[in-house]
């Protein structure tokens, strides 16, 4: 027998080295280990169908698209704000976007919807959500509505900029992607908003009346100023129709503006009109927000969460977009000025 350390041989019988005294005792082989496969990632099922989701992300059984990030998502950049962001249920894939941010004690709440019959016009409103929410929190606390308001027209055209970027050549397209465009900044009890199109901002007060700060710009709002029910024209055929957008065919990206100083607490909702479809008046939004705090807290992402799980229940026929801001204030009384 030879050392294994040394190398020195040994007499028979040995058990340790007499020139380095190792061991010589055997070594015992380590005991095979049987490979573990790696695991196989469960193919994609369809949301629609329980169906495979092919390699091209499309069910092969009834064509449905595959799920992703942008269906369903929330952000609360800070408990007093946050939005939810939801496909609904009878849209194939999300248009709608958001983007929310907290720049000391100042809150921008933007919102974007896209116009669902024009291809891309999803990426078309997250690119122009994230632009204008970006130079609003660009703004400083305790600014005048005027600045504010100047800082609105800004950031449209950021927004309007960054379409153009995100979607490349538009020159060969008859229908460029498109969206509306609504941004809220709430600074202290005051309250500036920025619009093109129909998506809405209203201020609920925990005490007192509702107000729609926004005003639309859509066929159905000229419908109710020739005189038509505010009802019977958002539910025509096309009441829908908006008149002013962002995108590469929009006349002009200059948004309307309008203002509203709290003089209480309550909430500033910045919403699409896959939620206000089912909830028109302000007075109904109201009653419908008090009944998702009183069932969900005060945290503005479950109350928001709760706003959209109501849109589709009523039917989710569109994508469903909802962002909440807390304002805690007390000073002079609400009024509005849209201009």
């Known amino acids: 027998m030879t050392c294994a350390a040394c190398g020195t041989v040994a007499g028979d019988g040995a058990a340790f080295c007499e020139q380095c005294g190792a061991s010589l005792a055997p070594v015992a082989a ?29 069910c092969e059984q009834c064509g449905e698209p595959a799920a992703n990030e942008r269906d369903h998502w929330s952000e609360l950049p800070s408990a007093l704000v946050g939005g939810v962001c939801d496909r609904g249920r009878r849209h194939t894939r999300n248009e709608d976007a958001m983007a929310l941010a907290v720049a000391g004690t100042t809150a921008v709440l933007v919102v974007c919807d896209g116009v669902s019959t024009v291809a891309d016009s999803d990426l078309a409103s997250l690119a122009a959500a994230r632009a204008a929410r970006d130079v609003l929190a660009t703004g400083t606390a305790g600014s005048s509505i005027g600045t504010w308001s100047a800082l609105l027209d800004t950031a449209a055209a950021a927004a309007d900029r960054a379409i153009a970027d995100a979607i490349g050549d538009m020159a060969e397209r008859a229908e460029p992607p498109s969206c509306t465009f609504v941004a809220a900044v709430v600074d202290g009890p005051t309250v500036v908003a920025g619009w093109l199109g129909d998506s809405r901002v209203y201020w609920v007060p925990d005490d007192g009346a509702a107000l729609q700060v926004s005003v639309d710009d859509s066929a159905a709002n000229e419908m109710i100023a020739r005189g038509v029910p505010r009802a019977r024209a958002e539910a025509s055929p096309e009441g829908h129709a908006i008149t002013r957008w962002l995108g590469a065919d929009a006349e002009t990206v200059v948004p309307s503006t309008g203002t509203t100083r709290a003089q209480g607490p309550g909430w500033v909702l ?41 849109a589709n229940e009523q039917g989710g026929h569109d994508n469903i977009t909802a962002a909440l801001a807390r304002v805690d204030a007390g000073l002079d009384t609400v009024q509005t000025s849209p201009t």
């Open 30 to 58: 380590a005991p095979a280990v049987a490979a573990v496969p790696e695991p196989v990632a469960a193919a994609p099922v369809c949301r629609a169908c329980g169906g495979t989701i092919a390699a091209d992300g499309y």
């Open 270 to 310: 910045v919403c699409s009109d896959g939620l206000w479809n089912y909830c028109s008046e302000a007075a109904d939004i109201a009653d419908l927000l008090h009944r998702a705090v009183a069932t969900n807290g005060p945290s503005p992402d479950a109350i928001a969460a709760e706003l959209v799980r109501w």
